[in-house]
Structure formats: C-alpha cells, structure tokens
Nanobody, 123 residues
Framework: QLQLVESGGGLVQPGGSLRLSCVAS????????IGWYRQVPGKERESVSCIHRSDGSTYYRPSVKVRFTIYRDNAKNTVYLQMNNLEPGDTATYYC????????????????WGRGTQVTVSS
C-alpha cells in the first residue's frame, strides 16, 4: 500500500519549535517533489513549503520563509519540516504530499497525500 505518514505535531508555546516528518511506505520518495500544506477548519488548504525531487530547490510561503526549513533524507525515505519561532497563526493540520516532476504549490499536482498531523501553537 502506497502511503505517506506525517508525525511530529503537537502543542507548543509561541516561540517554540517542532519538526514534522513525512515518511513514505510502499514507495521511495527519491524522485518525488514533496510539499507541505496546512489547513485550518473553515479555510482552504494552503501551501507551506516544497522541495524538488532532485536538485534540492525549495519554496516557502512568505510568512514562514525565515522560520521554517524543509529538507529530505532519502536514505530514511523521509522529508522533514523544521519549524522554529512558531506563532499562533501557524496552528493548523499539516499535510505532506508527493508529486513527480518540478516544484509546485498547486494541490492538484500532488497525487499522494498523508492524513495530517495537528500543530497547535498556544500559551
């Protein structure tokens, strides 16, 4: 069964850090561009960051660019999202997704999705 599984979410105070993991099972992430998305109930899912399948190029939405880092460890079949200096506005369910080809922030371009991990930033 081909699937992505996110982990690493939780409750953290403003200014804190979390590292999200996206692990693939049933297929190798090598060769796939990976995106992280987030969604708050009642709002549309939004692109947070993505990393190219091979050249390491990345994208960050402006509000997280200085605070978040996406990177991959193909040996562990995992993509990470390191989130520092978290803000209450980062509270959401975070999803990872995989696609072939180049970077994209378009949801419709991704064909494997995880079920999400909840991140709550609150004092």
């Amino acid at each position: 069964q081909l699937q992505l599984v996110e982990s690493g979410g939780g409750l953290v105070q403003p200014g804190g850090s979390l590292r999200l993991s996206c692990v693939a099972s049933g297929f190798s992430l090598d060769g796939y561009s990976i995106g992280w998305y987030r969604q708050v109930p009642g709002k549309e899912r939004e692109s947070v960051s993505c990393i190219h399948r091979s050249d390491g190029s990345t994208y960050y939405r402006p509000s997280v660019k200085v605070r978040f880092t996406i990177y991959r460890d193909n040996a562990k079949n995992t993509v990470y999202l390191q989130m520092n200096n978290l803000e209450p506005g980062d509270t959401a369910t975070y999803y990872c997704a995989a696609k072939g080809g180049p970077l994209s922030t378009e949801e419709r371009d991704y064909f494997y999705w995880g079920r999400g991990t909840q991140v709550t930033v609150s004092s």
